[in-house]
């Protein structure tokens, strides 16, 4: 339905995950949580058709947006725990080396302002091995961003295309995320955002640290990051404990709310497909 | 006294009888096998009876092995209650309480419709307090009395949708509510009345669903005790659901009998008591042999189920004949997809809660764990009584409303439903789901999912949580065995069944639930309805906006279209690939003449 329903590919690997293959994926009956949230799972200023079912990552997220007058919210778990469930870990996994870094993105709508060079100072302060710096698509965009953490020395990657207005969606996305997750030791970032989750599901040591940064506009509504950083001190600092990093990383990601395909095909409004409702 | 005689030597009439009345015209009498089943345990062989007022007839058949003394007020029920009794002891006196015979004593006085209905509209009034007096010294010494009291602030009162205060019909000459002093309106106070008027109060049963027609009788003592046991659940929500079947009511009984249960209410706000006491007596004589339950559960001719208390818990006690016992024979018996054994009911009953009301109450706060847990461990316990895929007798049927839990333990409650053919494992899962879903939906449960669930969505859904993929086609599979079990256990034909199917199959999230007719839940069907046509209609409006928008941004990529199709370049590229474009067309054409060769080449193969 919304076409933030196809960020990141999320409807893709739904689609996939209930046995429709690879083809465009059908219209979904509601919002799909798309990013990890600390308000009521909807991106803010997202615009709500009232009473369309909310399908978010988890239990704490729905209890937030029934008490912010949401209806219809369901629990179905992250899309990332789907992709988890498509592609278990190799039986003879990859030998894990470095960090994967992600630093704090703007998007098309907000930019982010924050000092790169400090930040950059930072990592190379703390990691212990090599680093590969996961890029917004729209901050790799930006060449000058891009050049200050290549000529750190670091590698320099980007999952892809998020997508917009069903455009352009790279339906790998998540896909070459959780690759690239899987070769490394450690995931870090300087807020605690949905890659450091999908790090730690992924087997990542986590780590939240350095300027958290300014994103233009930012919605206070929710508390912003020192809200954040209240409730989920345990996942800020250099290292964290790693059995509850994973605890709360299931409890984010809604891991044990994975839906079976033919419940998620009902949940998703895929029970009644015509022929005319799957593209190739 | 002047006493005549009519309709035969059995009819006396001493005066105060109510010529033109029928308490069983209009309903008044004590209904139900339970409270017949009781009076019979409480009468020894050969013992003096008094039936005071008016109970059902089959209260002489229970009672054929004691000399029965029937006290009415209506001519008329006198008259057939002799016409009935004509092989057997039976004396009838149609007249009001002052008519009793003076000196008679009798081993047990029963007064199964209360005391109210012993009195006539004839003569002068004795009371509440005087009619007990009247039988309690009828009663020998070491007798005993058995009294049914109906609770003025009871389930049946909190539930009608008329108030109790404006009743209307011809037995309402007067209204003993509770705001009369000179009438006992809980147990604490009719005990102490027992007491006043020389009684000793013995056992006392909570009679459930409406004191018209008790269709079950629960030990007061237990059922303050076992506050949460799924057989206490399972008891009042059937007696109360069938209970009321027929007749419109505020809120859903069953859902606030269970909930009275749970909050330890169900002696307070039953609608009606039933006691036992015993004339001169200090303590009681052993009432070891005292059910805990008896209930008729399901249609009137499967009889009574009773359950006692032993040192090993409560067992089943089979006592009314089963009115059948296996699969029925004959020509129909192959259309018949379930069917009761009581003799089944043997051993000891199983503990634990009540699944229907651990899955309730997981839904109502959204607890997600627990329902995985429960949904899954009842279809492994479903799969664990399966034999190549196909589970029979007992646990083919039992659905959530029929399965206790304790711990991790699952078990038939009542082992007596029984399918007629073992059913393949997915779809007794799926029919057990699926009830679940139409109570949860139709009787406006909040829940976890979403309204856009319709019930065999959900019914998939609650199967996933269960860790089992059904489909729909499983789910109308099972709804139609549903229409077949019901139609079996109900004695529906088979334009029945049809109907009856077809009725389950049209159940939608935003009907009201099948039954009796509830206000309330009236009203939250409508509210369903309202909330769905809001949602869709903000849909459509939402939908329209993205129509308009996609229509611009089509309209533009048809101009941008345009504009390139008019340029230099698109005319000098279209020029250049023409040749190609023929090609491919004359290509096509012979692939497609080859394929039609090859097709008539087979054909003509096959012939020969």
């Not at chain 1, 909310?54 to 239990?59: D, G, Q, R, V, Y």
């Not at chain 2, 997981?362 to 009584?385: F, K, N, P, Q």
């Not at chain 2, 599979?477 to 334009?495: C, M, N, Q, S, T």
Request: net charge neutral; aromatic share 6%.
């Amino acid at each position: 339905m919304h076409h933030a329903n196809h960020f990141y590919g999320h409807a893709h690997v739904l689609a996939r995950y209930c046995g429709l293959g690879d083809r465009h994926p059908p219209r979904i009956n509601g919002y799909v949580q798309h990013g990890w949230n600390i308000g009521d799972g909807l991106a803010p200023g997202h615009p709500y058709v009232e009473r369309t079912p909310s399908l978010l990552w988890s239990e704490q997220t729905r209890r937030r947006a029934w008490a912010v007058g949401r209806r219809n919210v369901v629990v179905t778990g992250a899309p990332f725990a789907y992709l988890l469930a498509l592609r278990p870990p190799e039986p003879e996994p990859v030998e894990r080396e470095g960090t994967i870094w992600y630093p704090f993105h703007g998007w098309e709508g907000q930019h982010v302002k924050g000092d790169h060079r400090e930040l950059i100072a930072r990592i190379r302060d703390t990691e212990p091995g090599p680093v590969t710096v996961c890029l917004y698509w729209h901050e790799y965009g930006m060449r000058r961003v891009r050049r200050l953490y290549e000529r750190a020395g670091f590698r320099v990657i980007c999952h892809g295309y998020r997508g917009h207005w069903w455009r352009d969606t790279d339906p790998l996305f998540l896909d070459k995320q959780l690759t690239e997750l899987r070769r490394h030791q450690r995931v870090a970032s300087n807020r605690l955002t949905s890659a450091i989750f999908y790090g730690i599901a992924a087997g990542c040591e986590p780590a939240v640290y350095g300027d958290p940064m300014v994103l233009a506009d930012e919605d206070p509504t929710f508390g912003g990051t020192a809200r954040i950083r209240r409730q989920w001190p345990e996942l800020h600092g250099e290292s964290v404990d790693l059995p509850t990093a994973v605890e709360i990383a299931r409890a984010e990601l809604g891991t044990d709310h994975r839906c079976a395909p033919a419940e998620l095909r009902e949940l998703l409004g895929w029970a009644h497909l015509q022929e005319n409702d799957v593209d190739d | 006294m002047t006493t005549d005689t009519a309709a035969g030597d059995r009819i006396s009439l001493p005066g105060g009888e109510m010529l033109a009345w029928s308490d069983l015209r209009t309903g008044g009498p004590a209904g139900g096998g339970p409270l017949a089943v009781l009076a019979a345990r409480v009468v020894p062989a050969g013992a003096r009876v008094l039936l005071a007022g008016p109970h059902e007839p089959a209260f002489l058949d229970r009672l054929a092995h004691a000399e029965v003394t029937c006290l009415l007020r209506s001519h008329l029920d006198g008259v057939a209650l002799a016409d009935r009794a004509a092989d057997r002891a039976v004396r009838v006196i149609v007249g009001g309480p002052a008519g009793l015979p003076a000196g008679e004593a009798y081993d047990v006085v029963i007064a199964g419709s209360g005391l109210d209905p012993v009195e006539s509209v004839e003569g002068a009034r004795l009371g509440w307090d005087g009619v007990l007096a009247t039988l309690a010294g009828a009663l020998r010494p070491g007798g005993t009395l058995l009294l049914r009291l109906d609770n003025p602030v009871g389930l049946h009162r909190i539930v009608d949708a008329s108030p109790w205060y404006a009743d209307r019909d011809d037995a309402a000459w007067t209204i003993d509510g509770v705001l009369h002093a000179g009438h006992p309106a809980n147990l604490d106070q009719l005990r102490g009345r027992l007491t006043d008027a020389g009684l000793t109060p013995d056992a006392s049963f909570a009679g459930y669903p409406h004191p018209a027609a008790v269709t079950a009788l629960v030990a007061t003592g237990e059922l303050d005790r076992a506050t949460s046991a799924g057989l206490f659940d399972a008891v009042l929500h059937g007696a109360c659901t069938g209970g009321y079947a027929d007749r419109p009511v505020l809120q859903d009984p069953a859902r606030l009998a269970v909930d009275t249960l749970h909050a330890g209410l169900g002696n307070a706000l039953a609608p009606a008591w039933v006691v036992l006491a015993r004339r001169d007596t200090a303590t009681g004589a052993d009432r070891a042999d005292l059910p805990v339950v008896l209930a008729r559960t399901g249609p009137p001719e499967v009889g009574v189920m009773e359950v006692v208390a032993t040192t090993h818990g409560w067992h089943w006690r089979v006592t009314d004949p089963p009115a059948r016992s296996g699969p029925a024979a004959g020509p129909c018996a192959s259309r018949l997809a379930a069917y009761r054994d009581a003799g089944a009911l043997t051993g000891p009953v199983p503990t634990g809660r009540l699944l229907r009301t651990l899955l309730l109450d997981a839904c109502l706060r959204r607890d997600l764990d627990t329902l995985r847990t429960l949904l899954a461990g009842y279809a492994g316990w479903l799969e664990s009584s399966a034999v190549d895929g196909r589970v029979a007798g007992a646990p083919a049927l039992a659905g959530v409303d029929n399965v206790v839990v304790a711990g991790d333990r699952f078990a038939v409650l009542d082992p007596s439903w029984r399918a007629a053919e073992p059913l393949p494992v997915d779809v007794a899962l799926a029919r057990g789901l699926w009830r679940f879903a139409a109570v949860l939906l139709t009787g406006g449960y909040a829940h976890p999912w979403s309204s856009t669930l319709d019930l065999a969505g959900l019914t998939v859904v609650l199967g996933g949580m269960a860790g089992r993929e059904l489909d729909r086609t499983t789910v109308a599979a099972a709804v139609e065995i549903e229409a077949a079990v019901v139609a079996a256990l109900r004695g529906l034909d088979a334009k029945g069944r049809l109907k009856l199917a077809d009725e389950l199959s049209a159940l939608e999230p935003t009907s009201p639930p099948p039954g009796p007719e509830s206000w309330q839940q009236l009203r939250e069907a409508w509210l369903r309805q309202r909330e769905e046509l809001g949602r869709v209609r903000a849909v459509l409006g939402w939908t329209e906006d993205l129509l308009t928008s996609r229509e611009r941004a089509l309209r533009r990529a048809d101009a941008m279209i345009n504009l390139l199709n008019g340029s230099v370049s698109y005319r000098v590229g279209r020029l250049v690939i023409t040749p190609a474009r023929w090609a491919r067309r004359a290509a096509r054409a012979a692939k497609r003449r080859l394929r039609a060769a090859l097709r008539r080449r087979v054909v003509r193969e096959e012939q020969q």
